[in-house]
Protein backbone atom coordinates (compact mmCIF):
# COMPACT_ATOMS: atom_id res chain seq x y z
CA UNK A 1 0.00 0.00 0.00
CA UNK A 2 2.89 2.37 1.01
CA UNK A 3 4.04 1.80 -2.73
CA UNK A 4 1.47 2.73 -3.99
CA UNK A 5 0.70 5.91 -2.21
CA UNK A 6 4.21 6.83 -3.16
CA UNK A 7 3.39 5.89 -7.14
CA UNK A 8 0.85 8.05 -6.97
CA UNK A 9 2.49 11.28 -5.48
CA UNK A 10 5.28 10.75 -7.78
CA UNK A 11 2.80 10.24 -10.86
CA UNK A 12 1.18 13.36 -9.21
CA UNK A 13 4.74 15.21 -9.37
CA UNK A 14 5.46 13.81 -12.52
CA UNK A 15 2.34 15.11 -14.41
CA UNK A 16 2.67 18.69 -12.81
CA UNK A 17 6.39 18.85 -13.75
CA UNK A 18 5.28 18.16 -17.99
CA UNK A 19 2.77 20.30 -17.78
CA UNK A 20 4.29 23.21 -15.97
CA UNK A 21 7.26 22.56 -18.58
CA UNK A 22 4.36 22.69 -21.87
CA UNK A 23 2.50 26.32 -19.76
CA UNK A 24 6.69 27.77 -19.97
CA UNK A 25 6.89 27.69 -23.52
CA UNK A 26 3.13 28.84 -24.16
CA UNK A 27 3.16 31.34 -21.96
CA UNK A 28 7.07 32.69 -22.95
CA UNK A 29 6.30 32.36 -26.32
CA UNK A 30 2.90 33.80 -26.32
CA UNK A 31 4.00 36.60 -24.71
CA UNK A 32 6.29 37.05 -27.09
CA UNK A 33 4.28 36.98 -30.11
CA UNK A 34 1.39 39.21 -28.37
CA UNK A 35 4.04 41.66 -27.41
CA UNK A 36 5.77 41.51 -31.40
CA UNK A 37 1.99 41.46 -32.55
CA UNK A 38 1.28 44.90 -30.44
CA UNK A 39 4.65 46.38 -32.40
CA UNK A 40 6.73 48.28 -29.90
CA UNK A 41 10.39 47.56 -29.88
CA UNK A 42 11.04 48.37 -26.21
CA UNK A 43 8.46 45.83 -24.91
CA UNK A 44 9.84 42.91 -26.80
CA UNK A 45 13.12 43.60 -25.79
CA UNK A 46 11.96 43.74 -22.41
CA UNK A 47 9.96 40.74 -22.92
CA UNK A 48 12.83 39.11 -23.95
CA UNK A 49 14.92 39.79 -21.13
CA UNK A 50 12.72 39.31 -18.14
CA UNK A 51 9.90 37.41 -19.59
CA UNK A 52 11.41 34.37 -19.32
CA UNK A 53 12.10 35.13 -15.28
CA UNK A 54 8.49 36.00 -15.00
CA UNK A 55 6.90 32.86 -16.61
CA UNK A 56 9.46 30.33 -14.51
CA UNK A 57 7.71 32.22 -11.38
CA UNK A 58 4.53 31.79 -12.74
CA UNK A 59 4.66 28.42 -13.86
CA UNK A 60 6.42 27.75 -10.11
CA UNK A 61 3.80 29.32 -8.20
CA UNK A 62 1.06 26.92 -10.14
CA UNK A 63 3.42 23.46 -9.67
CA UNK A 64 4.01 24.00 -5.81
CA UNK A 65 0.30 22.74 -4.60
CA UNK A 66 0.82 19.50 -6.72
CA UNK A 67 4.08 18.94 -5.19
CA UNK A 68 3.03 19.49 -1.78
CA UNK A 69 0.29 16.96 -2.11
CA UNK A 70 2.74 14.70 -3.35
CA UNK A 71 4.48 15.71 -0.27
CA UNK A 72 2.07 14.97 1.90
CA UNK A 73 0.88 11.72 0.34
CA UNK A 74 4.76 10.57 0.49
CA UNK A 75 4.46 11.75 4.11
CA UNK A 76 1.13 9.62 4.96
CA UNK A 77 2.98 6.66 3.77
CA UNK A 78 6.06 7.16 5.26
CA UNK A 79 8.17 7.40 2.30
CA UNK A 80 9.23 11.62 2.33
CA UNK A 81 12.42 10.77 1.53
CA UNK A 82 12.37 8.50 -1.91
CA UNK A 83 9.58 11.14 -2.70
CA UNK A 84 12.28 14.17 -2.44
CA UNK A 85 14.79 11.75 -4.25
CA UNK A 86 12.21 11.24 -6.67
CA UNK A 87 11.79 15.24 -7.12
CA UNK A 88 15.41 16.20 -6.99
CA UNK A 89 15.78 13.64 -10.31
CA UNK A 90 13.12 15.09 -12.28
CA UNK A 91 14.08 18.64 -11.49
CA UNK A 92 17.80 17.50 -12.31
CA UNK A 93 16.63 16.72 -16.30
Do not use: E
Amino acid sequence: MRDAVLAVAAWIAGIAQILSGCLLVILWVGGLAWVIWNGSLIYVAAWVLFGPLLAVLLVSALRLPFVLLGLLLAALAGRRDDYLAFLARINDR
